[in-house]
């Protein structure tokens, strides 16, 4: 089973910064599309930045230039790091993947399954 672990959230105060960590493990082939989603109390799950195997990335606009997000694929790890950052940003954010997990290989062939994956939240909380 494939699993996502962040950690880096926290207690920030009003124009500092934070960096976020998403570790995946398992029986990975390939990792496609990662990013980082946002949930704040009594709001929807919203997409904050996401980057592609080659490494394009999106921001949500509400947020651009003040984050970077990040990827090392050897390590399968995405990272988010904010800066400035302001009150209305806290919320749990949420690693996300899309996998390829391995099922089975040899040395002709390899068959995986397409799953996403989401990790159980790091609480990001900015106040003075």
């Known amino acids: 089973q494939v699993q996502l672990v962040e950690s880096g959230g926290g207690f920030v105060q009003p124009g500092g910064s934070l960096r976020l960590s998403c570790a995946s493990s398992?029986?990975?082939?390939?990792?496609?599309?990662m990013g980082w989603y946002r949930q704040a109390l009594g709001k929807q799950r919203e997409l904050v930045a996401s980057i592609t195997s080659s490494g394009i990335t999106d921001y949500a606009e509400s947020m651009k230039g003040r984050l970077t997000i990040s990827r090392d694929n050897d390590k399968n790890t995405v990272y988010l790091q904010m800066h400035r950052l302001k009150p209305e940003d806290t919320a749990v954010y949420y690693c996300d993947a899309d996998v390829a997990e391995l099922i089975a290989s040899d040395s002709d062939s390899v068959e995986d399954k397409d799953v996403e994956v989401w990790g159980q939240g790091t609480l990001v909380t900015v106040s003075s």
């Open positions: 398992g029986p990975i082939f390939n990792i496609h599309n």
